[in-house]
């Protein structure tokens, strides 16, 4: 089961971040030693990374290569490899084809593609039937 979804930027400044139920537990500092795990476990083989585990849980990992934002799901380690690669790359096509090519925007175009972003992901956490009501709480 997904227990979170997050979307950094490349200067590893979270952009998005869902949490199954609002858990109150989590805090930014948790993403950043992901972050930071993840920096020193990839090192010469991004490429090849795509899932790793710390404690009880699986993080699955993409990266846009355009702007090197990094995409995580949190999820339980008995979660099918295969169903949340599935997510993963509908998520990162869907950010990719929100934000592709957008460089200089203001403040509400930014705040307007967010809000679309977030109602892009609502409904691929709906379809995929992963229990969502509260999610993607921009950061």
Do not use: C, W
Not at 11 to 40: A, C, G, M
Not at 52 to 73: A, E, L, P, S, W
């Amino acid at each position: 089961m997904i227990k979170g979804i997050y979307i950094v930027q490349k200067d590893n400044k979270p952009l998005f971040s869902y949490r199954k139920n609002d858990n109150t537990d989590f805090n930014q500092e948790v993403l950043l030693r992901i972050l930071r795990t993840l920096r020193e476990f990839a090192k010469g083989m991004e490429e090849n990374l795509h899932d790793f585990v710390i404690g009880n849980r699986k993080y699955y990992f993409t990266r846009d290569k355009m702007n090197n934002t990094k995409i995580i799901i949190e999820a339980d380690q008995t979660a099918s490899d295969k169903n949340i690669q599935s997510v993963l790359k509908e998520i990162r096509n869907a950010y990719i084809n929100e934000f592709l090519g957008e460089f200089i925007l203001t403040q509400n175009e930014m705040e307007k593609k967010n809000k679309r972003f977030q109602e892009k992901l609502s409904e691929i956490i709906e379809n995929r039937k992963i229990g969502v009501k509260a999610f993607l709480l921009n950061i």
